[in-house]
């Protein structure tokens, strides 16, 4: 349901429970988002608040038939070229996140400005090590392609600054084995994004391995893990 806090298109015409009934009436085993401008990049603006979000996204979920329903929470993230209020994001990404419902931005762009790439980057990784986002859609693309506010790619198809940013993102944070060598008292310090992990300790002089699972979980606020490994 989009923009249900900036307009009332379909309670205008249809009646005041007119997006709560479509909710009821959509398939039960796909995930329904209500999706919404300024939530977390514009504190001026009131009426798409967090708590306002939140209310009202509850009063379509506790309508009659929409109990139990599988639900989703849409944030578009259109920032000005203005610096991004990275506190006002993160905490109103946590205010959504007490729904206990899953959290998507859905058109990620920055406007044109000096600083574009280095603030498109910030919002970027704000949304990213945020525990309760479970992935980001932009509203980016090639110039050619009519994309005018942010754009990763000129009439060339060469890369532009904000292009580069995401190809670097993108390589940073796609699934890589990573080795890390303990130091000399057997200790190993390592900083993570929430998740899972699979360990693999070796012992050079043995050559044993052993190996578990690791799940930083949202309540570690450090993200940092501490192995000490006896000798």
């Given at each position: 349901m989009n923009e249900?806090?900036?307009f009332s298109f379909y309670e205008d015409k249809l009646g005041e429970d007119a997006s709560a009934e479509y909710f009821s009436m959509l398939d039960p085993g796909t995930r329904l988002f209500m999706k919404e401008y300024n939530t977390i990049e514009d504190c001026t603006d009131e009426a798409a608040n967090p708590f306002n979000y939140k209310k009202r996204l509850e009063e379509i979920l506790s309508c009659p038939g929409n109990q139990g329903i599988l639900a989703g929470i849409g944030v578009q993230g259109h920032f000005s070229s203005d610096q991004p209020n990275?506190?006002?994001m993160r905490a109103?990404?946590?205010i959504l996140a007490t729904t206990g419902l899953l959290i998507w931005l859905t058109k990620v762009d920055v406007g044109r400005g000096p600083n574009?790439?280095?603030y498109l980057e910030q919002v970027l990784r704000e949304g990213y090590s945020h525990p309760g986002v479970e992935g980001i859609i932009m509203f980016v693309g090639p110039a050619i392609a009519g994309f005018n506010v942010t754009t990763l790619a000129d009439k060339d198809f060469k890369n532009t600054p904000s292009g580069d940013v995401v190809d670097k993102l993108i390589d940073e944070w796609k699934y890589k084995p990573t080795e890390i060598k303990a130091d000399s008292e057997g200790s190993i310090e390592v900083s993570l994004f929430h998740g899972d992990y699979n360990i693999t300790i070796k012992d050079p002089v043995s050559n044993s391995l052993t190996r578990w699972n690791y799940n930083m979980i949202e309540d570690d606020t450090t993200g940092t893990v501490h192995i000490h490994i006896n000798a």
């Open positions: 249900n806090l900036h990275l506190a006002y109103s990404l946590d574009q790439a280095e």
